[in-house]
């Protein structure tokens, strides 16, 4: 089956620090690859997406890459700011006319950014 | 435009009692999903619907139903609550039909405490 592992959190950064959250992946078929960040007391919106092996997406100043090779869409900002305090989940989605758009959501990880 | 609109926001209950979570969409998605999201364990899908008409059961469907009223509208019943379905529950919606991965839109969520 189709799973998403991401790094355990929670994360602890300072403003202007560099961030990397790792997630990896495995999945039967061809898999779009999701990133949602989730703030507090709200729910998940997108925060990029990439659909084919090599895209990057970006948003935000956040970026990762589809990496068929290693199975992986780290997720990477150069300068995070107290605003990107938040918990962002990795996630895929397979294409299959049958499966109704499901996605395989990771479990999360707890960005904490100091001032 | 709205997007993913769900009531109530918060919700107490006691043991036995029965509710529904309502949750409709104004971007004429095909698909759409219940999540329970509970600490450490990222997103649980509950049940989803790929079309007007037709419900499957996701991971955790015990406990729940679910109805499909129209396109817009994908509600979640508890018959009989329980105190191990506290929970913030969301709901979301994609145009999952067809190829390509499909993001999901995420509605605010219901916080729910079974007492």
């Known amino acids: 089956g189709n799973s998403v592992t991401q790094m355990e959190g929670p994360v602890t950064l300072s403003e202007e620090a560099f961030l990397t959250i790792n997630c990896t992946y495995t999945a039967t078929g061809y898999p779009s690859l999701f990133w949602y960040v989730q703030y507090p007391g709200e729910g998940l919106q997108l925060l990029l997406k990439?659909?084919?092996?090599?895209d990057k997406g970006s948003n935000k100043g956040f970026e990762a890459t589809y990496r068929k090779e290693t199975t992986s869409f780290h997720l990477e900002k150069g300068s995070v700011q107290v605003s990107d305090s938040a918990v962002y989940f990795c996630?895929?989605?397979?294409?299959?006319?049958?499966?109704?758009?499901?996605?395989?959501f990771g479990d999360g990880t707890t960005l904490t950014v100091k001032p | 435009n709205a997007g993913v609109t769900q009531t109530p926001k918060f919700q107490v209950l006691k043991t036995g009692q029965s509710m529904t979570l309502q949750c409709a969409q104004d971007m004429n998605h095909n698909s759409m999903y219940w999540y329970r999201q509970d600490p450490g364990m990222g997103l649980r899908l509950i049940y989803y619907s790929a079309s007007e008409g037709t419900t499957d059961k996701g991971e955790v469907p015990n406990g729940y139903n679910v109805s499909r009223l129209n396109k817009r509208e994908f509600s979640l019943r508890l018959e009989s609550a329980a105190p191990s379905q506290t929970s913030v529950y969301f709901c979301?919606?994609?145009?999952?039909?067809?190829?390509?991965?499909?993001?999901?839109?995420f509605g605010p969520g219901t916080r729910l405490t079974v007492t």
């Open positions: 990439a659909t084919k092996a090599d």
């Open positions: 996630a895929l989605s397979v294409s299959l006319y049958t499966n109704a758009g499901k996605s395989t």
């Open positions: 979301a919606s994609s145009d999952g039909t067809g190829t390509g991965g499909y993001e999901q839109y």
